[in-house]
């Protein structure tokens, strides 16, 4: 089991930037694969991004591509997802979530129930 904190979510006007972090703790960091998930008011849960604990291979939303990128530093046991072009409808709660695997190159997939580990999330607001 491995602790999550994510951290680096505000207020940013349509246009803007963010780069949210989620820091890992209390496991082996680099044999999880991580993953992104976003939640809206009134919404369900909805993936984002992942990436595979040796960083090797990214999954995206159709909703981002070309807008976000994830990146991770096994070495500060931290994963990032960095937001450009934001748009309002990016509004939501953002999650970390990790899955421990075996392949060092397995995504943890878009299926949310499929990870072990969920940070308490950070809030994204985008102002038109």
């Known amino acids: 089991q491995v602790r999550l904190v994510e951290s680096g979510g505000g207020l940013v006007q349509a246009g803007g930037s963010l780069r949210l972090s989620c820091a890992a703790s209390g496991g082996t960091f680099s044999r999880y694969a991580m993953g992104w998930f976003r939640q809206a008011p009134g919404k369900e849960r909805e993936f984002v991004t992942g990436?595979?604990?040796?960083?090797?291979?990214?999954d995206y939303a159709d909703s981002v591509k070309g807008r976000f990128t994830i990146s991770r530093d096994n070495a500060k046991s931290t994963v990032y997802l960095q937001m450009n072009n934001l748009k309002p409808e990016d509004t939501a709660v953002y999650f970390c979530?990790?899955?421990?695997?075996?392949?060092?190159?397995?995504?943890?997939?878009?299926?949310?129930?499929?990870?072990?580990?969920w940070g308490q999330g950070t809030q994204v607001t985008v102002s038109s």
């Open positions: 979530a990790a899955l421990r695997t075996i392949n060092p190159n397995a995504l943890g997939g878009q299926d949310g129930a499929a990870y072990a580990d």
């Open positions: 990436i595979s604990w040796n960083g090797g291979r990214t």
